[in-house]
């Protein structure tokens, strides 16, 4: 099961960085695409606890920062990802989420993954740009995250609920 | 609602003692020590111990961008093909590949008047404004999230391609190549905000630097400060590259852009000019990757005169 399990969050995290680079680039507004890996985590995070999110979200992360086109400093997307897994899972519930409990976790993960991403370039002296570019991004990316929590959460939240039968090992 | 449910989870993990929140705290510390000393590791200069590892990650994922962006390439062609039924697509791209074209070479005349007056014989300017191209198609573009313009294209070390290499297409400048895989190829492009390009005005002949802004679309401006202080080139003037000895990065004499504003500033005793560039960087598809001739490719070669090699 734990085998089943981690090719199965292997899988949806490749999926969501094929889509990100390759395929919502064309429907990309000023180059700011949804966050599909995050969404992921998030998902990941909402039924299995920190736990497991903080390590997907790591595992995401690397892929994320060596696939190609990416040519920051590796390491970055891993750590906000370690953290948006983190705080994610905290907002767990016993019961199933509800709709608008998933919506204000993607929206404050999504705020502080892109956040941290920005502001640890702004520390190790990897990117040099305005600070209102970088809201600009925030934003956007916000409202990109949560425009496509109802069609991605769902079935990741589904999947990652399937592979997991009994909750007290989460 | 939704807080009564949360503080009964909390409760519960007080409840469970050492084993419920302590291990993902100790987790959370060891990953975040790991993304820290990957960064740290990545940010030796030269080779970076994570050359591999990337170089790696880019070799199976490579094939996988490639196969999604063909996968998706019908539908992105969607609203060419409804244009296409008034065979209106044939015009518009015959007329679009000449008026870039005349474009690039009016872009090119007054750098190109000058450097017959400079130098003498035709060779170096055959030599040097007749290139061999790789075509690509960019599969891949990183997202502004990640702060960086780069994208992927399908060709690789497979197709000639190294790191270094100028990245042009039909309308002018796009990048350069920073690193290769097998199959694919990342391309930094001239408006990310670690661009630096060796430039030149077309009309005075005045060298300097472009800078990019790391925006795209109607903002993915550039910045030219010229090496000479005193020269101030005009708006409407085109920029082309500079080029350096053996043509790396950049091969020299490919158009860039148009000057559009030009401050001066006081304090930097410099001046300034902001620069339109004519390759639109948020819907790049078909590129040319400029390689020496006689490279050996998997795939056809554009030579110099046209032909395809």
């Known amino acids: 099961m734990n085998v089943l399990r981690a090719a199965a969050a292997a899988l949806a995290v490749c999926v969501a960085v094929a889509l990100q680079v390759s395929v919502f680039p064309h429907l990309a507004w000023d180059g700011i695409v949804p966050d599909l890996c995050l969404l992921v985590v998030v998902g990941a995070a909402l039924t299995r606890g920190p736990h497991f999110a903080a390590v997907l979200g790591f595992a995401a992360g690397v892929v994320l920062d060596l696939a190609p086109p990416a040519d920051h400093l590796a390491g ?49 002296g990897d990117t040099s740009l305005g600070i209102g570019e970088v809201f600009e991004v925030i934003a956007v990316s916000l ?10 959460l769902p079935p990741v939240m589904a999947l990652f609920r399937r592979l997991e039968p009994d909750r007290s090992l989460a | 609602m939704a807080r009564i449910p949360r503080r009964t989870g909390r409760e519960r993990r007080w409840r469970g003692g050492t084993d419920g929140p302590r291990p993902s705290r100790a987790l959370l510390v060891a990953l975040v020590l790991a993304a820290l000393s990957l960064m740290a590791l990545d940010s030796q200069g030269g080779g970076s111990p994570i050359d591999p590892a990337r170089r790696a990650v880019g070799e199976a994922f490579g094939p996988v961008e490639t196969a999604t962006a063909a996968a998706v390439r019908p539908f992105t062609a969607v609203p060419h093909f409804v244009r296409s039924r008034d065979h209106l697509q044939q015009d518009l791209l015959t007329l679009q ?43 891949a573009m990183g997202p502004s999230q990640s702060f960086s313009r780069t994208v992927t294209i399908d060709a690789g070390a497979s197709s000639g391609i190294q790191p270094d290499l100028t990245v042009v297409n039909n309308d002018g400048l796009v990048g350069r190549v920073l690193r290769v895989t097998r ?50 080139p005009a708006e409407q003037d085109d920029v082309v590259t500079w080029g350096s000895q053996g043509g790396g990065p950049y091969v020299s004499g490919v158009p860039i852009g148009r000057v559009t504003h030009v401050y001066s500033s006081v304090r930097e005793s410099a001046q300034r000019a902001v620069i339109d560039p004519f390759v639109d960087f948020g819907a790049l598809d078909l590129v040319g990757v400029v390689v020496p001739a006689g490279t050996s490719s998997d795939r056809a070669v554009i030579e110099a005169d046209g032909s395809l090699g």
């Open chain 1, 76 to 124: 970055r997307w891993a750590l906000a990802l370690v953290l948006v897994g983190y705080v994610a899972g905290r907002v767990r519930q016993d019961g199933r989420p509800n709709a608008s409990t998933v919506v204000a976790t993607v929206a404050a993960s999504s705020f502080v993954g892109t956040s941290v991403f920005a502001l640890s370039g702004i520390f190790v």
């Open chain 1, 143 to 152: 409202l990109w995250d949560v425009l496509l929590t109802p069609l991605v």
């Open chain 2, 97 to 139: 590949a000449e008026n870039s074209q005349l474009r690039s070479d009016l872009a090119r005349q007054d750098y190109d008047k000058n450097r017959l007056e400079e130098y003498d014989g035709l060779t170096a300017a055959a030599k040097s404004l007749g290139y061999s191209l790789v075509p690509a198609r960019v599969v």
């Open chain 2, 183 to 232: 199959t694919t190829a990342t391309v930094l492009l001239i408006v990310d905000a670690d661009s630096v390009v060796g430039a030149r005005v077309g009309r005075s002949m005045d060298v300097g630097l472009l800078h990019g802004r790391g925006a795209l679309g109607s903002d993915g401006r550039l910045d030219l400060e010229l090496v000479d202080d005193t020269a101030v």
